[in-house]
């Protein structure tokens, strides 16, 4: 598994990617638990979403070690 | 049945230019063209703007950007849209993103464009840190 980090989480985490190497988590809701516990500031920002291969997930979506997840701050586009 | 939409979608690090974009979705059968140009504000409150620099996960922000695009073609009878965003530093007085909406009508086509521009804003995943002389800010990320 794959996880991609953008504008602030990118700059908390200190890299766009990491590989996942470790067991895969149950779902985005478990991974959400993990990087919180890893990276504190994470929880610090106002929302994070997650994509998995390029579509928004929900909290309790499944993962599997050849996804694409992405850590996705809140957006300000525009 | 539904007409097709034609679309243009895209994300660059260039300076956006308004004709060569009408060029990419003009039709005589239009009677309305809206324009939406988002610029870069000089201040943010009290503070001095020095520049914007923007990062997109590039592949989902196009494809979200299409289904909005899709999504505003099922909501509203519009021939057209265009959404070229900026990616990278760009400068005061620069525009940060343009959109362009026709139709044959033109309450469609004002309504569909601000569709587009609110959606944009709230889901696709693009991200703007704020520079200033004395510090930087991404915008919307802390409460």
């Known amino acids: 598994m794959k996880i991609l980090f953008f504008g602030i989480t990118k700059e908390i985490v200190g890299r766009s990617e990491l ?4 067991e895969i988590p149950e779902n985005i809701n478990s991974l959400r638990k993990i990087l919180a516990e890893k990276y504190p500031a ?3 920002l106002k929302s994070i979403a997650f994509a998995v291969n390029e579509r928004y997930a929900n909290d309790d979506q499944r993962l599997d070690s050849k996804d694409v997840v992405a850590v996705i701050p809140p957006v300000s586009g525009g | 049945m539904e007409n097709e939409i034609r679309s243009f979608v895209a994300l660059s690090p260039e300076e956006i230019d308004l004709n060569d974009c009408r060029e990419k979705i003009r039709s ?8 939406f140009v988002g610029t870069v504000r000089n201040k943010t409150g009290i503070r001095e703007v020095i520049r914007l ?3 997109a996960y590039e592949p989902m922000a196009v494809s979200e950007i299409n289904t909005l695009i899709e999504k505003a073609h099922k909501l509203f009878e519009i021939s057209s849209a265009l959404v070229h965003h900026r990616l990278g530093v760009v400068n005061p007085e620069e525009t940060a993103v343009l959109i362009i909406v026709t139709s044959p009508h033109r309450d469609a086509a004002f309504v569909a464009c601000r569709f587009l521009i609110d959606e944009l804003k709230k889901s696709v995943p693009i991200w703007k840190k704020e520079v200033y002389a004395d510090g930087e800010v991404w915008v919307s990320a802390h409460p």
């Open chain 1, 19 to 22: 590989e996942w190497n470790g």
């Open chain 1, 42 to 44: 994470i929880s610090g």
């Open chain 2, 28 to 35: 005589s059968e239009n009677g309305a063209e809206c324009h």
């Open chain 2, 53 to 55: 620099e923007f990062e």
